[in-house]
């Protein structure tokens, strides 16, 4: 009765992914990022942890937060600047990236590419100290900052998934008489969008470790705590700027994952 | 019975599409010159010719994947060139030899591309795929959900041709569509090729470089050399008076035994046989005979053979599906069978391996000799 009477359910469409097993790996994914949500939410939220923690680890040190700012201030500022700059690389990058794998765009392609591996050669602190004498002083220009040196992962990636799509599929896609519209969103973006992707994971993280940097040069963000404490030669501010940041990265990759594996 | 060449003239099918003295060149380099083809309508025109003679650039002109530098290309009354291209691909289904089958998309949503650009109502499309794939002889409920990488290479070809149908468009364009799969595939889907486009009658217009199928499948044959066509004819009036040194020379030393692919063996198949479940009795298979008496089993299989050669009458067993030939298979499978089974004729057996009739040498004979 089953057979002929019943429409086979979506489920047992997918043989080659046994439904136990993605189930618990979806709840053990959920688990694992509401653990690292809720520590970030009460590291930051309370000053009793902070003191409670650092604490243990330094039992010497009498100062354990910031003079001027909360945790709670500087954390909002880094996570503002890192998420404004990812997205603004982001965008900035596909645009590009998709501008230059068309045909009217193929001749920058090359020129794209060399300056993305010449980038990635320069080391986050210099990228953020050399920029200071031409864009200034304040959050503007360690967004700018952060922007130009994260733009070239998510750009670079972007070219690669879009060249690795395979030729016969643009053929047949053309051939099938999709529109050019058509042929960049069904046909190729779909399978250039892992790489992409993992060039925005990328370019988060980077972000998240330059945007403590940015501090010298007026980026409020979690860098303030951090450069306070090797100034003071205080151990403690630097572990728990440190910790947020880390904390951060956990859950921005525990993210990245769930949703790359469609969790 | 019908005996003699069987395929349709070429007469009754007026062409809508025609290239007229159409050229392609890239800078210096000719790629086409000047060629003038008209597609006969409803048949299957195959362009073969070694590589880089042009064939395939032929096929891309049609459907403007590639532009003609001079000359042009009518589809019914208008030029394709003052057609929108993306309408003009949509109205000729397209099949390549490396598939190009989207990989992040399903077996459904493959063969479900063209219908859902044309903006067909989803039920309609639903029904399209499993009516295509069984077409092609995919069970749908196993395959409608499978991705391109779990599938083989004459199964990937299979769901490129369904795709290349899916909206039944009236032209169909294959670039060297079975190149890529192992000969024993390649056979079983000429063999469904054909199959379909007798139930389908499209306007196919088929690039290869295999002369065998060309043969097998042409009812248009078109030689092309240096991006020339060098003869262009009815593959029986090719096989039978090749243009030049070059045309004799591509179709090979066994242009006869070529010729014996043009003709199936439902063509030439004897339906009134001697068959029964026992041994021959004197009536069924008189002495001296040159007839041939098939006994079968219980559900009309053939198992034994029998004739009389040389005042004896001899028995041979049919013990491998070589010894006989299905109605689809071409008169060279029949000859090969005769010989393998040693009677001066080989059986016909239908889909489920029961007897349907039989194909005689000298019925071969004749039509090698007209």
């Known amino acids: ?263 | 019975m019908t005996t003699g060449p069987v395929r349709p003239t070429l007469e009754e099918s007026p062409s809508f599409l025609k290239a007229e003295h159409i050229s392609v060149r890239y800078g210096e380099t000719v790629a086409l010159n000047d060629v003038t083809l008209h597609i006969p309508t409803n048949r299957v025109t195959v362009l073969i010719g070694p590589s880089g003679c042009g064939k395939s650039t032929t096929l891309r002109c049609i459907n403007a994947l590639v532009k003609t530098s001079s000359g042009h290309i009518d589809y019914g009354d208008a030029s394709i060139q003052a057609m929108s291209e993306t309408d003009l691909r949509r109205n000729m289904g397209y099949a390549i030899q490396s598939v190009g089958l989207m990989p992040h998309m399903t077996v459904e949503e493959n063969v479900d591309l063209v219908p859902r650009l044309l903006g067909w109502k989803r039920s309609e499309r639903t029904e399209r795929v499993s009516r295509l794939l069984k077409l092609v002889r995919l069970d749908p409920q196993v395959y409608r959900n499978k991705y391109p990488h779990e599938l083989s290479g004459g199964e990937a070809q299979r769901v490129g041709v369904a795709r290349a149908l899916g909206a039944d468009p009236p032209v169909l364009l294959m670039d060297e569509p079975f190149g890529a799969v192992d000969p024993l595939t390649r056979e079983q889907l000429q063999d469904e090729f054909i199959r379909i486009q007798r139930q389908l009658k499209k306007t196919v217009v088929f690039v290869t470089h295999d002369i065998d199928e060309a043969v097998r499948l042409a009812d248009y044959l078109v030689i092309m050399k240096d991006g020339m066509i060098v003869q262009a004819d009815t593959p029986e009036q090719i096989l039978a008076a090749p243009a030049n040194e070059f045309v004799e020379r591509f179709l090979g030393p066994d242009r006869s035994l070529k010729r014996l692919s043009l003709f199936t063996a439902d063509h030439c198949c004897l339906e009134q046989v001697v068959s029964g479940t026992g041994k021959p009795s004197e009536a069924q298979l008189p002495k001296g005979s040159n007839r041939c008496y098939w006994q079968v089993d219980a559900d009309g299989k053939p198992i034994m053979g029998f004739t009389w050669i040389h005042n004896r009458i001899i028995e041979r067993p049919i013990t491998s599906s070589t010894h006989t030939v299905q109605p689809y298979s071409s008169m060279k499978e029949c000859m090969s069978a005769i010989l393998s089974l040693g009677m001066p004729a080989t059986a016909v057996v239908d889909d489920d391996g029961r007897l349907y009739g039989e194909v005689r040498f000298e019925t071969i004979q004749t039509i090698s000799l007209s």
């Open chain 1, 1 to 263: 009765m089953g057979r002929y009477g019943l429409k086979p359910s979506r489920q047992s469409a997918f043989p080659e992914k046994p439904l136990g097993s993605t189930r618990r790996d979806s709840a053990r994914s959920w688990i694992v990022l509401v653990l690292i949500a809720t520590a970030l939410v009460l590291y930051i939220s309370s000053e009793q942890v902070q003191r409670t923690i650092l604490s243990l680890i330094f039992p010497s040190e009498t100062q354990f937060t910031h003079t001027r700012k909360t945790i709670l201030q500087m954390t909002t500022a880094h996570i503002s600047l890192t998420l404004g700059a990812t997205l603004l690389s982001a965008v900035v990058g596909i645009v590009v990236g998709i501008a230059v794998t068309r045909k009217a765009g193929k001749d920058f392609q090359q020129l794209v590419l060399r300056l993305n591996s010449f980038i990635q050669t320069f080391p986050p602190s210099a990228v953020i100290i050399l920029a200071f004498p031409v864009l200034g002083f304040g959050w503007k220009p360690a967004l700018l900052a952060l922007f130009l040196y994260s733009l070239f992962p998510i750009l670079g990636n972007t070219v690669v998934g879009f060249q690795s799509v395979s030729p016969a599929v643009i053929d047949s896609a053309k051939g099938m008489g999709m529109t050019w519209f058509q042929q960049l969103w069904i046909a190729e973006f779909p399978q250039a969008l892992p790489m992409i992707f993992t060039g925005i994971r990328h370019s988060y993280i980077l972000n998240l470790g330059t945007a403590a940097i940015a501090a010298v040069i007026g980026g409020e963000g979690l860098g303030t705590i951090i450069i306070s404490g090797l100034t003071l030669r205080n151990s403690a501010l630097v572990l728990s700027g440190t910790i947020v940041i880390s904390l951060l990265a956990f859950l921005g990759e525990q993210l990245f994952h769930m949703v790359s594996s469609g969790r």
